[in-house]
C-alpha cells in the first residue's frame, strides 16, 4: 500500500503540528456518528485521569462517512484554554481525523494508524472501535501493562452472556490456539493495545501491498505477534454488553474472522505433529466470567438454514469437504432437530477441510467462506441447546473440550494440507 495514498499533505501537517507523543488511540470510523461522540468523551476521560502527564494523540481513519462522525472527532481536542481551566488535564491531547478513498476497511484503517505512529513515535497504541461499550477504567487496564510491564500486545476479557460472541468461542479460539499453542480468549478483539515496538514491527509487513481490501486486520495483528516471539498479555476489561452478539450479516463476520484466519495459515502452516499442551498468556485483573440471564434465540431457524445449505450447497460442499465429511453432515441434517447432534470431532474436521481447500483454492476462496457460514449456525444450533440450562464454569468447560477436540486433530490437517483427502 502506498504511503503517500494514506497520508495525505492535510493530514501530514496535522500530525507534525502534533510532534512526538507517548500514547495514541486509533478510533476507526464510517458513519458512526450516533455512538463515536460517547467513545471519544470515555477515551479522553481516562486519559486524563490516568494519564495526565502524557501527550496524546486520537487519530481517526474515516472510510468516507456521509453523516458527523468526522466533525465530533475533530471537536474531541482538549485545546489550551481547556487546560488553563482545568491544571489536572493533559498538557496536549490532538483528535485528528483523515479521509482515506474507496470506502470502509480495516486494513486500510489499521495502516493510517500504523503510519502515523511512524511519524509520531508514541510508546503505546490503542485501537478502539468507534461503538464500543468502554468507560474510562477500560483505558488504564489496556494501557498501563504495555506502559509499565513492557508488554507488547494486550488484548481483552470480558464478563459477557454465554450466548455472545460464538463465532470467536466456537471457530476462532478454538482454531488459533490449536494451531499457535497460545491461550488468547480474543485473538479478534474490538479493543487492544500494542507497543511502538509491534506498531514499527506491523507497519513493515508485506500485508499491507498484497490486498487493500482485506479485513479482519485486528486477526491478522494479533496473530503476528502470536507467530513472531512478542509478549502478550491478557487484560479483564468488564462486561461487554450485547452489540457483540451473532452478527446480522453472518456472511460478512465470516469475511472478518475466518478469512484472515485461513490466509494466515499461508504464512504459518499448520504443525505436523499434535500439541497437548497450550502455553498460558498472562491474564491481568481477572478471568473470563459468564453471564447467565435468559435471551431467547430462534435455534429453529438455524437449524432450518443449516439443512438448507447442506442440500443447497451440496455441489459446492463436494469440492471442499471429503466424503466422508459431507455424508456425516448430510446425516445430521436428515435427522431432525430434535436428535440433531454437531459433534465437536466433526466441526473440528469440517473446519480444518475448509481451511486446507482455501489454501488449494479447490474454488474462488470468498465462496469458500460464504459455503461455511450455513455449517457453523449448525454448531452455533448445537452450542445453544447443549448450553441451554448450563453453568458458566459448564459453559467454560465445554468450550475447553471443543478446543481440545481442534488440537488433538491438528495432525488431519496437516495431512489435508499435504495433499491428503
Not at 86 to 109: D, Q, V
Not at 155 to 176: A, C, E, M, N, Q
Not at 207 to 217: N, P, R, Y
Not at 387 to 401: L, Q
Request: with cysteine; aromatic share 8%; glycine share 6%.
Amino acid at each position: 500500500m502506498a504511503e503517500e495514498s494514506i497520508l495525505t499533505d492535510d493530514f501530514l501537517r496535522e500530525l507534525m503540528n502534533v510532534g512526538e507523543v507517548d500514547i495514541l488511540v486509533g478510533v476507526p470510523t464510517y458513519n458512526d456518528a450516533a455512538t463515536v461522540g460517547r467513545v471519544l468523551q470515555v477515551i479522553r476521560s481516562g486519559l486524563l485521569k490516568y494519564f495526565p502527564r502524557q501527550r496524546a494523540v486520537i487519530i481517526n481513519p474515516d472510510g468516507g462517512s456521509r453523516d458527523a462522525t468526522q466533525e465530533l472527532v475533530r471537536a474531541a481536542s482538549i485545546n489550551d484554554m481547556q487546560q488553563a481551566r482545568n491544571p489536572e488535564a493533559l498538557r496536549t491531547l490532538h483528535s485528528i481525523s483523515t479521509h482515506y478513498a474507496g470506502g470502509p476497511g480495516s486494513a486500510k484503517a489499521l495502516y493510517t494508524i500504523l503510519a502515523a505512529g511512524e511519524l509520531l513515535h508514541p510508546g503505546v497504541c490503542a485501537l478502539i472501535s468507534p461503538d464500543s461499550n468502554i468507560d474510562p477504567d477500560w483505558i488504564p487496564r489496556l494501557l498501563q501493562p504495555v506502559c509499565r510491564e513492557n508488554f507488547d500486545l494486550i488484548t481483552p476479557i470480558y464478563r459477557r452472556h454465554k450466548f455472545d460472541g460464538l463465532l470467536v468461542r466456537s471457530l476462532v479460539y478454538p482454531v488459533t490456539r490449536a494451531l499457535y499453542s497460545k491461550c488468547v480468549r480474543e485473538p479478534y478483539p474490538s479493543e487492544l493495545a500494542f507497543s511502538g515496538r509491534l506498531g514499527s514491527h506491523l507497519f513493515g509487513q508485506e500485508i499491507w501491498s498484497e490486498d487493500l481490501g482485506l479485513s479482519g486486520v485486528e486477526l491478522l495483528l494479533s496473530l503476528a505477534a502470536i507467530t513472531e516471539g512478542f509478549r502478550l498479555a491478557q487484560s479483564f476489561l468488564g462486561t461487554k454488553t450485547s452489540a457483540d452478539q451473532a452478527p446480522t450479516d453472518l456472511v460478512r463476520a465470516m469475511r472478518d474472522t475466518v478469512s484472515p484466519l485461513f490466509w494466515s495459515l499461508e504464512h504459518n502452516p499448520p504443525p505436523q505433529r499434535a500439541q497437548s499442551d497450550c502455553e498460558a498468556v498472562p491474564t491481568i485483573g481477572g478471568e473470563p466470567e459468564v453471564t447467565l440471564e435468559p435471551r431467547r434465540i430462534n435455534r429453529k431457524r438455524l437449524f432450518q438454514m443449516f439443512t438448507h445449505g447442506v442440500v443447497e450447497l451440496e455441489p459446492v460442499l463436494k469440492s471442499i469437504l471429503s466424503a466422508a465429511t459431507l455424508a456425516d453432515l448430510q446425516r445430521a441434517a436428515g435427522a431432525g432437530e430434535a436428535e440433531f447432534c454437531y459433534s465437536d470431532e466433526l466441526w473440528a474436521k469440517t473446519v480444518y477441510e475448509f481451511a486446507a481447500s482455501y489454501h488449494k483454492a479447490v474454488i474462488n476462496q470468498d465462496h469458500i467462506i460464504q459455503a461455511l457460514a450455513p455449517l457453523y449456525r449448525g454448531k452455533a444450533h448445537t452450542f445453544l441447546s447443549e448450553n441451554r440450562d448450563a453453568t458458566g464454569d459448564e459453559v467454560e468447560r465445554n468450550i475447553e473440550n471443543l478446543c481440545l477436540t481442534f488440537e488433538r486433530l491438528k495432525p488431519y490437517l496437516a495431512t489435508l494440507w499435504n495433499g491428503g483427502k
